[in-house]
């Protein structure tokens, strides 16, 4: 299989696993065992993301800048992934919330300005799926790209279950709840693309640094989504943590075994 083919097949497969984590979650919101098995799921995530971004993606962006010195470029990359993704998500999306909320109390059109504050939820979460597409576009190795579609698919499922499921809580239309969730399947595939055309118009050493710093970044925005965005949620309750554990522990292990062979 050569490296386009594989790139179209993630593609395939990251827009099915979100569009199937979407739609679980119209099925079983009502079931009282939902709730757990998605954090059970959302753990072992965690444990994927933190490992890939420590052992995979961190280490191939220090090689690749291995010939422009000593000053550590692709630990710089990942901790600016890392305040990015905090700067959109806890600071630009809090204040975005607060106008929400003020113009919610002066307005009559509430579903409208839930579904424009949901779809800019949505495409903010979703710079970090566009960044690891990026990463896995312009991956010339299948195995690393493998590695990286694990972690990209190990989380998709979840995250756009979870998505859906709060999109449910808030008595948003199902119309509503299709059209998000798909933008958010397609992030991904976007940032695919990107990365092929950046791979394909690039070469030499431009090629081997637009690589290098988006396996720094998505590094950065993996260690966020595993450390801020699933395990600080997932372990402030304080129902079955110890599986929560066990489940990450697993993730952890599963790709600390992948990094023998790569």
């Not at 499921?165 to 397609?186: D, G």
């Amino acid at each position: 299989m050569n490296d386009l083919d594989f790139k179209l097949i993630s593609i395939i497969s990251v827009i099915f696993v979100g569009a199937m984590g979407g739609l679980l979650s119209l099925k079983l919101s009502s079931s009282k065992n939902s709730r757990r098995l998605f954090s059970l799921g959302n753990s072992f995530a965690a444990g994927v993301f933190l490992a890939a971004g420590l052992l995979h993606m961190l280490p191939d962006a220090n090689e690749g800048f291995e010939q422009f010195g000593d000053f550590p470029w692709a630990s710089l990359g990942c901790a600016i992934g890392f305040i990015m993704i905090l700067f959109l998500e806890r600071v630009l999306l809090a204040g975005h919330n607060a106008v929400a909320d003020s113009i919610e109390k002066h307005s009559d059109t509430h579903e409208k300005k839930l579904s424009f504050h949901l779809m800019i939820l949505t495409l903010i979460l979703s710079v970090h799926s566009i960044i690891a597409g990026i990463a896995l576009g312009t991956e010339s190795s299948l195995r690393h790209s493998a590695i990286i579609l694990f972690a990209i698919l190990a989380h998709k499922g979840s995250a756009s279950f979870a998505l859906a499921i709060n999109l449910l809580k808030e008595q948003t239309k199902k119309k509503t709840v299709y059209v998000i969730i798909s933008l958010f399947c397609f992030m991904t595939p976007i940032g695919i693309v990107l990365g092929i055309l950046i791979d394909r118009l690039m070469s030499g050493v431009p090629q081997q640094i637009a690589t290098a710093s988006f396996d720094a970044l998505a590094a950065g925005t993996f260690l966020y989504v595993s450390i801020l965005g699933i395990a600080h949620e997932e372990f402030s309750e304080h129902k079955n943590k110890v599986w929560k554990f066990i489940m990450m522990c697993i993730g952890i292990a599963i790709m600390a075994v992948v990094a023998i062979w790569t």
